[in-house]
């Protein structure tokens, strides 16, 4: 586990990202929040993992928590049409 203003490693990364993703496909979408949530914790503008958030945010029924996920998504990574869409 990752202390407080560490700096995680890759493999510990790759770790957090595939039990996020995991919870997701299974539909644990509360574990999959706070999962993505503490992926960006540790890598605030990982635009990809705003984007799942803002999903799994969306699929919980939270559309303001769903919206501003989007949005970031959006500002991290302005070029997807995924997150502007979705952001829509």
Do not use: N
């Not at 303001?64 to 829509?88: G, I, N």
Request: charged letters at 20%.
């Amino acid at each position: 586990m990752v202390a407080d203003g560490e700096a995680p490693d890759a493999a510990t990364m790759s770790g957090l990202w595939v039990d996020a993703v995991r919870a997701h496909q299974q539909g644990d979408l509360a574990a999959a929040r706070a999962r993505y949530a503490r992926v960006l914790a540790l890598q605030p503008g990982h635009a990809l993992a705003h984007y799942l958030l803002g999903i799994a945010a969306r699929d919980a029924g939270d559309l303001e928590d769903a919206r501003s996920s989007l949005l970031a998504a959006v500002a991290a990574a302005p070029a997807s049409v995924e997150a502007r869409v979705a952001a829509a």
